[in-house]
């Protein structure tokens, strides 16, 4: 069975952190994986990702210097560190996954073919 699970969310005050995890079953490769959010009122947006040509991880300019994506290979899991949260981070993050062939960036919401549940993410000031 394809799908992806995410967990990690939660209410945080500003200036915290949170690691949200991804785990990723049933596929034998992809092209891209990254997280993504949807604040209310707003289009879901990049935040990090990692794409296999170039083996390049990118992120939003605006959680440079704050976010860390991360990869382990041997779990199937992806991560996202988030320190030094603001209340504009609130939002419903998702992890997604591309598994054909890729000439987008990988930030770049469209294209990705599975997605995870979600998971909600509140920092408070």
Not at 98 to 120: A, K, M, P
Request: glycine share 12%.
């Amino acid at each position: 069975q394809l799908q992806l699970v995410e967990s990690g969310g939660g209410l945080v005050q500003s200036g915290g952190s949170l690691r949200l995890s991804c785990e990723f079953s049933g596929f034998t490769d992809y092209s891209a994986i990254g997280w993504f959010r949807q604040a209310p009122g707003k289009e879901r947006a990049g935040v990090s990702c990692f794409a296999r040509r170039g083996s390049s991880t990118n992120y939003a300019d605006s959680v440079k210097g704050r976010f860390t994506f991360s990869r382990d290979n041997a779990k199937n899991t992806v991560y996202l560190q988030m320190n030094t949260l603001k209340p504009e981070d609130t939002a419903v993050y998702y992890c997604a996954l591309h598994s054909g062939i890729r000439s987008r960036r990988c930030l770049d919401s469209r294209d990705y073919n599975y997605w995870g549940q979600g998971t909600q993410v509140t920092v408070s000031s």
